[in-house]
């Protein structure tokens, strides 16, 4: 199992979030401009004024949606951290107080995908794990899926703590969220503002 799925399914079931809607937005999306690009392409290309009329008004209301969204990110994000943040503590305590030999594969398999990837150890470092000088083996660079359920040493352990490098990881997948929909509405705004001094010169031919 993916860490992407096993996060993304453990935050979609307990707080009814559902993280890959994402995914389907940007493909939606992506879908959208292609149709919009083929009205300006056919209307830059055959001077048809009803073409380009079409395409400035279907531009101008995607502008209008990235910049509700953008919007909504900006008010959403101290959320989206919260969430994240409780997520991570609710997994990890439920495999620390449960101890190494009582937590089950269902329990490690969150804790293992945050540590194996952001490579960190328990929430605040490896003392957060009370396990008499254990750690879990995801903690250390050895780690494999087959060594799920097992310990290493705390000496060999990351010793980052996952949870300000999880919410640096979501800042920064945040940031670079703002930036991809900036940089696509100043495009297609330079789109509109070609396709109106195109429709001028047609204008001034005609």
Sequence with gaps: VSTQSTVSSG?????????????????VLGALLLLVSFFG???ACTGK???????????????????AVLIYGF???SRAEDMVAEYITDAFDSVNNAT??????????????????????GTTGPSYWSWGGQVPASCCSNFTTSMATETCNEADAF????????????????????????????????????????????????
């Excluded at 935050?11 to 493909?27: K, L, R, T």
């Excluded at 490690?108 to 990837?117: E, G, K, R």
């Excluded at 991809?180 to 001028?200: G, P, R, T, Y």
């Design 11 to 27: 935050i979609n079931a307990e707080y009814g979030v559902d993280i890959n809607i994402a995914a389907y937005v940007v493909i």
């Design 41 to 43: 392409f056919f209307g």
């Design 49 to 67: 004024h009803s073409l380009l009329n079409v395409y400035l008004v279907m531009v101008g209301a995607v502008v209008a949606l990235l910049v």
């Design 75 to 77: 008010v959403m994000r």
């Design 100 to 121: 190494s030999s009582n937590a089950t594969v269902d329990q490690f398999a969150v804790v293992n995908s945050i540590q194996t990837v952001v490579e960190c150890c």
């Design 159 to 206: 010793t980052d703590g996952c949870m300000d490098s999880s919410e640096k990881l979501v800042k920064d997948a945040l940031l670079a969220l703002v930036i991809l929909l900036l940089i696509i509405i100043i495009f297609l705004v330079a789109c509109m503002v070609f396709a109106c001094c195109s429709k001028k010169e047609y204008e001034q031919v005609a």
